[in-house]
């Protein structure tokens, strides 16, 4: 019988150790420390818009928002970066682009059609609701290797989104389209409270994004 190999069993092992610990990092696409801080911003800058931003014009509303969006981001790529560095490995690893172009699809498509809605039309609502939709379809294209936290905050922004369309599309009840105010409280109520709801069910504090 041939004698197994040990140091070519080892660098498997190794190999396959660190594989895992790069996988890691897709989910941190959406950690929890990101996701607490565009939360509070979240849920802050809704608030503020609902009390008296109603005159609030299409391109200050969307700047706003991405300024939150560029702060999360930029908090974001620093953690990842920091703890690829800590543990030796390159950045952006494989598995962090291969969680990006998971992402990205369905994100660009929200995205770009609410931006052409707010921007163009000055329809604000349904230009919330179209990046709340293509959020929660980005999220969830990661479901086959996030942890059920991610595709649970996938589900959610999608429902809601879908259900508030709906809504507005639908219902009786006359939503001012228009209205920095009314499209202010949607971003609170799904990027503001799920994303704090998210990080307070995962442990914002804990270096453990496998949950």
Avoid: C
Wanted: aromatic share 10%.
């Amino acid at each position: 019988m041939e004698t197994p190999d040990l140091s070519q069993s080892a660098q498997e092992n190794l190999r396959t150790i660190r594989q895992l610990m790069e996988r890691a990092t897709v989910y941190r696409a959406i950690s929890a420390g990101p996701a607490l801080v565009g939360g509070i911003l979240s849920l802050a800058l809704g608030m503020v818009m609902m009390r008296g931003a109603e005159s609030m014009s299409p391109v200050l509303f969307v700047g706003a928002w991405l300024a939150v969006l560029v702060i999360v981001d930029a908090l974001n790529t620093v953690l990842l970066w920091r703890e690829a560095r800590n543990r030796g490995a390159a950045f952006p690893s494989r598995s962090t682009l291969h969680g990006i172009k998971a992402l990205a699809p369905a994100m660009l498509a929200g995205g770009v059609t609410g931006l052409v809605f707010a921007l163009r039309d000055g329809d604000l609502v349904r230009g919330v609701l179209m990046w709340t939709m293509g959020y929660g379809l980005g999220l969830l294209a990661t479901g086959s290797f996030a942890p059920r936290s991610i595709r649970a905050l996938g589900w959610a922004f999608l429902v809601a989104g879908l259900g508030w369309f709906l809504f507005v599309e639908l219902g009786t009840a006359a939503v001012a389209r228009e209205s920095a105010g009314e499209a202010g409280k949607i971003m609170a109520m799904t990027f503001g409270a799920f994303h704090l709801v998210y990080a307070v069910r995962t442990g914002w504090w804990k270096r453990d994004s496998q949950r």
